[in-house]
Structure formats: structure tokens, C-alpha cells
């Protein structure tokens, strides 16, 4: 069965450091999203990509964080340098089309020491 | 500001019985809704959804009900089973102004005892 594929799944960091997270959508989905989960907390977007264009990335804390998606399939987002209020879950999501079902990853837990 | 909320982060059932778990939104725009269930340590899974045109939908044992001018959805599972505990998540689409992207809710951990 097609997944969302994410690595690492598990990430301990000092504070200051850089640290990246890469997804791999499942195969024909244009639309790619980042979301983080603070524990306790529902998902929230981070970045929304149509193929290699970012469509929404209002939420996406832009001094410290980049995301990018070059050939429009798999993903990478960066965060130079990690603060502590950033550990949480980074869920990577893909769509096709306009069902509005996202289909997740198992996520990347970051723990920011 | 908060456009999904789920106003009871816990619910314990015993097995066999009905679980009903809640969700409001306050935007207007939201026109497709959508129930995902989250083990731990796992990504959300879809469970159910239902456009704004219909007011019920069901699939096997989960059945959502929508009122759109209380702005509420419900989530109903009956018979609960043990398996069913995780968190469930409320999630709303407005495609108009932003397609198909997910507002969530805070979740609701269900806890179904045997």
C-alpha cells in the first residue's frame, strides 16, 4: 500500500543547531503539506506546496525555517538554528487532487534540548 | 484564533457502548469536514468525512452527523472496542479560499475500556 515516507522519525538536537527533515509523498500527489504537533495540540500548517510552488507558507516561522520541494515529489524542511519551543511532532502530508483527504507519514519527533 | 475546536480533550467509554465525540468551527467558509484518528507515535489517519451539502454520513461502525447552523459535527462509534482508543482529530476544509487545505482541532483522546 502507497505511504507518505518520512526520516528520521526521531531527532534529538541541542539548541542553536540546524536540523532537516525529509518527505517522500506517495507517488502522483501534487500537493504536499508540512504541519508540526505540539503535543496536546491539533496539527498546524507550516507549508503547502502545489508541485514545486509553495502555495501557502503564511504560518511558516521564516527567520528559522526553510522548505523546499525542487522537482515537485519529495521535500525537505529545515530548521537553522532549533529553539527549544520547537520540539514537536513534523507531519508531512500529500493529497491528489481536490479530495480533501491528506494522507500522512508517521511523522519526525524533535526533541530540542 | 481558534476555527475548530474540540472542547473535551478526553473521553472514556466501556466497551460495546456508544462513543460521541464533538467538534465546533466558526468559520462559515468550511465546506468539507473530516475525522482522523491518531495512535501514538504514529501520523493522523483519515477515519470519515462529510461534505457541507449532506448532514450524515456512515461507514460501518462511525457515523458523523453535521449541523451546519449550530456549526457542529459529531462523531459517533457504536459498538466502541478497545482498539477504537486514540486520539481523534476534527478537521475542516474551506476549498473556495484555500483549498484542500486542513484546519484542525485539538484532539480528544478516546479511551475505551474493556
Known amino acids: 500500500e502507497a505511504e507518505v515516507a518520512q526520516s528520521p522519525r526521531y531527532k534529538i538536537t541541542e539548541k542553536s543547531q540546524a536540523v532537516a527533515f525529509w518527505c517522500d509523498p506517495i507517488?502522483?500527489?501534487?500537493?504536499l503539506y508540512w504541519y508540526r504537533q505540539i503535543l496536546g495540540q491539533g496539527p498546524e500548517l507550516l507549508v503547502q506546496?502545489?508541485?514545486?510552488?509553495?502555495?501557502?507558507d503564511s504560518q511558516l516561522p521564516k527567520d528559522r525555517f526553510s522548505a523546499e520541494r525542487l522537482k515537485g515529489v519529495d521535500s525537505t524542511l529545515k530548521i537553522q538554528p532549533a529553539e527549544l519551543g520547537d520540539s514537536a511532532m513534523y507531519l508531512c502530508?500529500?493529497?491528489?487532487?481536490?479530495?480533501?483527504?491528506?494522507?500522512f507519514g508517521e511523522g519526525s519527533r524533535l526533541t530540542v534540548l | 484564533d481558534q476555527q475548530v475546536k474540540q472542547n473535551s480533550p478526553s473521553l472514556s467509554v466501556q466497551e460495546g457502548r456508544i462513543s460521541i465525540l464533538n467538534c465546533d468551527y466558526t468559520?462559515?467558509?468550511?465546506?468539507?469536514f473530516l475525522w482522523y484518528k491518531k495512535y501514538p507515535a504514529e501520523g493522523p489517519t483519515f477515519l470519515i468525512s462529510i461534505s457541507s451539502i449532506k448532514d450524515k454520513n456512515e461507514d460501518g461502525r462511525f457515523t458523523v452527523f453535521l449541523n451546519k447552523s449550530a456549526k457542529h459535527l459529531s462523531l459517533h462509534i457504536v459498538p466502541s472496542q478497545p482498539g477504537d482508543s486514540a486520539v481523534y482529530f476534527c478537521?475542516?476544509?474551506?476549498?473556495?479560499?484555500?483549498?484542500?487545505?486542513?484546519?484542525f482541532g485539538e484532539g480528544t483522546q478516546l479511551t475505551v475500556n474493556p
Open positions: 468559520n462559515s467558509m468550511f465546506d468539507y
Open positions: 507517488s502522483g500527489h501534487a500537493t
Open positions: 502530508a500529500s493529497s491528489f487532487g481536490h479530495t480533501g483527504e491528506l494522507f
Open positions: 478537521a475542516a476544509s474551506a476549498w473556495e479560499t484555500s483549498g484542500s487545505r486542513l484546519t
Open positions: 506546496f502545489q508541485d514545486e510552488s509553495v502555495v501557502d
